[in-house]
């Protein structure tokens, strides 16, 4: 260990673990298996000046550093440098006079939902409870309800962050670089806190439908139909999911590749209504609507916990017809690799500008089609090859791709992210905080 590491480690409250540590490779392990970070040192971080600690020792040493929280966005993974882990930042404080919560860089969706549900609030949070607020909010945040209260990043109100010089800053409206963290995902520094706004949504009325793929032809025309005369408070997404024939699996579905028909509904009249006119294309194998608190709302996807290694890309498109949804379904079906393909409709306050400037693009978009797979013992270029089929179908009416729902290494191109006006602020953003490069994006 040099003197200038002793300098700037030294007082971290937290835990720093260096290569060869026994720790490390533990400390470093998320949600997404595939190519772990291997760095020359990772701090834990249990507070703000812990990450000070960890940027400056970085900077001293002219080190890249990458910032994880759970993982779920993991890509690639650093092979030296600074690793600066969120996981014991958890804390989250409820404002229900503001109707704001603070949140800690490593607090899950769970952990906000919980909090703000004590006041009969809720963050307008996305599918999966175990996603962190923080990476979740940077890249837009897709939410549940995104059709009646926008993007998370809409919501975002002020974030404490540490950028390449060391320095921690508190950033709201009027700042190019608040603006470029609403949606943008700039690698500029590490994100200590963030506060936004909540929605009073205590229930709503969702659920999922597992509906026979077999069906497809008759249950797709529905599901897009039920998307384009959407209320606002209806979100409507479906999955093709192949299901694995397990004895753990129940058994409507165990084997069988299903349409999962998902759906959320602050007022309930228009979900009750597309789950009839479901049931009345296609047998429903399994599931359906309930009154359910916002605080079960992880059980509406019902998306499995178990870390793995996938990758996964996606297509922001400007309309879906008929025929593209379901050649799109075809060719997952008929993929020489297991495909899952969530489609979820947009528009709606989606579609509405932001308070303020940001950095979401693509806003205009109709709907996102998704395609990921797990990766372990798949050759990769065949991986690649069955997504780029899948998605082919949508070649002329795709706008770009949302990033935070590029998974693992699959491979994107910036001006697929982001529009060219969202492309210059983050280069701006980049020069004016982290000119040197520091932080691994
Ligand atoms: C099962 C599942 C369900 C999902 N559902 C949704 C959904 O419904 N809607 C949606 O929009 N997205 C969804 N996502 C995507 C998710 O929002 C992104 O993968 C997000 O990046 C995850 O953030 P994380 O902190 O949990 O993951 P991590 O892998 O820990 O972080 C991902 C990236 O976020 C950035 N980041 C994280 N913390 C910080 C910080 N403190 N400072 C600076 N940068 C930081 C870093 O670039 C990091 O590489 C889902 C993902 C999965 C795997």
Do not use: K
């Not at 209320?231 to 058994?251: F, K, M, T």
């Not at 789950?275 to 996807?301: K, N, Y």
């Not at 008929?322 to 993929?335: K, N, P």
């Not at 693009?361 to 709907?367: K, L, M, T, V």
Request: glycine fraction near 12%; hydrophobic fraction near 45%.
């Amino acid at each position: 260990m040099t003197s200038t590491e002793t300098d700037f480690l030294s007082g971290v409250r937290g835990s720093v673990l260096h290569r060869g540590d026994e720790g490390l490779p533990g400390e470093v392990a998320g949600f997404q298996a595939a190519d772990p970070h291997r760095p020359d040192v990772v701090v834990g971080a249990l507070d703000a000046d812990d990450v000070v600690a960890a940027v400056r020792h970085a900077a001293a040493h002219d080190l890249p550093v990458a910032v994880t929280a759970t993982g779920h966005g993991h890509t690639s993974g650093l092979a030296r440098g600074v690793v600066v882990t969120t996981g014991r930042m958890r804390g989250v404080r409820v404002d229900p006079a503001s109707r704001t919560a603070r949140v800690e860089a490593g607090a899950r969706s769970a952990d906000l939902v919980a909090a703000a549900a004590e006041h009969g609030l809720a963050p307008v949070s996305g599918s999966f409870p175990g996603v962190g607020v923080v990476g979740y909010t940077l890249g837009g945040g897709l939410g549940l309800l995104g059709r009646e209260f926008g993007w998370a990043s809409d919501r975002l109100r002020a974030v404490e962050i540490v950028t390449a010089d060391g320095v921690l800053r508190r950033v709201g409206a009027g700042d190019e670089l608040f603006a470029a963290l609403r949606g943008g995902r700039p690698a500029v520094g590490v994100v200590t806190a963030m506060s936004v706004d909540l929605v009073p949504v205590g229930a709503v009325v969702g659920g999922g439908l597992f509906l026979d793929a077999a069906d497809a032809d008759e249950i797709l025309p529905v599901v897009r139909r039920l998307g384009v005369g959407a209320p606002d408070s209806l979100s409507l997404s479906v999955g093709v999911i192949p299901i694995p024939d397990l004895e753990a699996v129940p058994a409507p579905i165990r084997g069988r590749t299903v349409l999962h028909v998902r759906l959320v509904d602050t007022d309930g009249a228009a979900a009750r209504a597309a789950e009839a006119a479901l049931r009345a294309a296609s047998p429903v194998l399994l599931g359906g609507l309930r009154e359910l608190p916002w605080t079960e709302s992880g059980s509406i996807f019902a998306e499995p916990e178990v870390p793995h290694a996938y990758e996964g890309t996606n297509l922001l498109v400007s309309s879906l017809s008929d025929t593209a949804l379901g050649a799109v379904v075809a060719a997952a079906r008929s993929a020489s690799v297991g495909c899952v393909v969530d489609v979820r409709r947009l528009g709606g306050a989606l579609s509405r500008p932001a308070d303020g400037a940001d950095a979401v693009s693509f806003r205009e978009a109709g709907w996102i089609v998704r395609v990921l797979s797990t990766t372990d013992g798949v050759p990769e270029a065949e991986t690649r090859a069955a997504h780029t089929a899948v998605l082919a179908p949508l070649d002329d009416v795709r706008l770009g791709r949302m990033a935070g729902f590029v998974y693992g290494a699959a491979p994107v191109e910036a001006d697929e992210l982001y529009t060219p006006a969202v492309r210059s602020l983050l280069a701006r953003v980049r020069e004016a905080v982290d000119p040197r490069r520091m932080f691994a994006g």
